[in-house]
């Protein structure tokens, strides 16, 4: 038997996506075995996340907990007429390697999934309404993964919002993107082409 401590780190790194026990006792024994200031980082740096950062009310981007809205909000150099809708607040940063678009983001925390429970109503949508009417946007840029869900997704958004506004441009990113690639592990030239060559709904 493993010495408790060892097995409750184990089980710990057990609980990442993608980290399987094997990976995670590798990693746990890793830690033992290595300086100790190096697991005093990690611990310190995990203790500080849920305190030092939140989510834009605005975008729901990720921002540091002393902000009140995101940089991709309230920069005056931001072209708050348009919007790129994407599921999760890492797949903004993909796009803003493409230094492409200037418009604004709204994260909508996920995308349509019955088969995990996840329903609109769980999504950030109304919030994507309201700003839409209160920026006097022109244009939504829909952006989210080439997935059934993402497309499910995808469709319910391009009903809704040309149901109450009539006069918005809806488009969705160009069938540049591989289906069942999330938007995060895209590489730059293929979200260039696929946002250069996005289409009207």
């Known amino acids: 038997m493993l010495p408790k401590a060892l097995t409750d780190v184990i ?5 990442l996506p993608g980290v399987g026990a094997r990976t995670a006792e590798r990693y746990a024994y890793f830690l033992f075995r290595s300086n100790p200031r190096i697991s005093d980082a990690i611990s310190e740096t ?17 921002i540091d907990a002393d902000r009140s809205v995101s940089e991709f909000y309230d920069d005056p150099a931001r072209d708050k007429s348009s919007i790129l809708v994407v599921e999760e607040p890492l797949d903004i940063y993909s796009i803003e390697s493409t230094k492409q678009y200037t418009g604004t983001y709204h994260v909508l925390g996920g995308a349509i999934s019955p088969i995990d429970g996840i329903t609109p109503d769980q999504l950030h949508i109304k919030e994507l309404v309201a700003r839409v009417s209160d920026d006097n946007v022109e244009e939504v840029i829909i952006a989210t993964n080439p997935s059934v869900e993402g497309e499910s997704t995808a469709l319910l958004l391009q009903k809704l919002l040309a149901e109450k506004f009539p006069n918005l441009k809806i488009t969705r990113l160009a069938r540049g993107l591989p289906l069942g690639v999330d938007l995060s592990y895209a590489d730059q030239i293929t979200l260039s082409a696929a946002l250069s060559n996005r289409t009207t709904l």
Request: glycine letters at 4%.
């Open 46 to 62: 995990l203790k500080n996340l849920h305190k030092n950062v939140k989510s834009c009310p605005k975008t729901f981007a990720l």
């Open 11 to 15: 089980d710990a790194l057990g609980h």
